[in-house]
């Protein structure tokens, strides 16, 4: 023997006998199905306005720019952050007189003259080898004139770095320790980065 | 017949003959499913049209490949819609939208229209107070004419379960509308 909710699936789908426990259950089912129903001229122009909204879709796809204002605006903070933060690190990394930068620059055949201001740094490995006029009078050291100033003016009486290292000539074994490995040629684009960011 | 799933990746890559199908396939049933759920025919329209263009524009993003998946994500919006519909009123001064639809009949026959409006008032009120799961067992028998075994997959539940929310949904409505008497009783 069927249960009730066999039956009913049964009268539902048009099968089984007449049941009077059921039949009533059908009857409201078939009601609920026709009260329901849209209305002709609704669907179809529904239907074009579905037709039309996914064809807009399909143009909009096909150009990739198009993409949520929300994911344009991340992929441009993202590049921008991206190139700003490679630029301070290197720039950082450049002011540094250890850091491979320098040391890739120092070494270049082909690099320009060094920036002055790069032989404020302290590190006696890239101070000339043959002391000024001015040291040998011992005003260089002496502290008279304002720090700034003064490097800047002795700097351009003493032979600069750049000048020294503009003929490529090796790298004496006081600079750089005959441990050290042969230095890699100049990344020219690296280079040419740190002098933009700077 | 082109199967189901051939249908949908053709949707989903936005071809217009495979989102036709798709529609015409869906319409009655979402269409009944949110006529039950809203006071008049016009709000209905307004909301089964949200819930398909929702659909165009999501239709690639969606990851069923069979009917009665794309059924449950498709009734999903519809929910979600008509929840969206409720939230916006609840915002809104009393509305005389009910009455209006009263009011502004397409029918040559007012009394005809009337008697009608109150008939399916009548039908609204009894099917929202059936559980979301009976109401989506009954659009997807009734509207949708799914085997028992489909609905079962698109709700997620067995099909002696289903059976028992079918009998039980009808049984429902036939015992709310008897309450209300008159015209709105069951009579074969």
Known sequence: ?198 | MLPFASLLDGAKSRDLEAISLVYRQFLPGVFAYIFFRVPDRNTAEDLTSDVFVHMVERIHKVKATDEATFAAWLFQIARTTVAGYYRGRERMPVSLQEDADLMVSPSPDPAHYVEDCEDRSALVQAINMLTEEQRQVLIGRLLLEYDVGTVARMIGKNVNAVRALQFRALQSLKRILSKRGGRHEITS
């Open chain 1, 1 to 198: 023997m069927k249960s009730l909710h066999e039956r009913l699936d049964d009268r539902l789908e048009g099968g089984g006998d007449a049941d009077p426990e059921v039949d009533e259950l059908v009857i409201l089912a078939r009601r609920v199905q026709t009260t329901s129903q849209p209305d002709p001229i609704f669907a179809q122009r529904l239907e074009q306005k579905v037709r039309r909204h996914a064809l807009q879709q399909q143009v909009k796809k096909r150009s990739w720019w198009s993409m949520p204002p929300v994911w344009m605006r991340f992929l441009i903070a993202t590049v921008l952050c991206l190139f700003l933060t490679t630029g301070t690190i290197l720039a950082v990394a450049s002011l540094r007189p250890n850091s491979p930068v320098n040391i890739w620059e120092q070494h270049s055949p082909n690099v320009p003259p060094t920036p002055h201001w790069q032989t404020a740094s302290p590190t006696p490995s890239f101070q000339p080898p043959v002391p000024s006029e001015n040291s040998s009078d011992g005003k260089r050291s002496s502290g008279g004139q304002s720090s700034g100033a003064s490097t800047h003016g002795a700097r351009s009486e003493t032979p600069t770095l750049g000048t020294s290292t503009m003929g490529s000539p090796p790298p004496s074994p006081s600079v750089v320790p005959a441990s050290t490995p042969t230095p890699t040629p100049t990344p020219a684009p690296l280079v040419c980065l740190v002098k933009i960011c700077l």
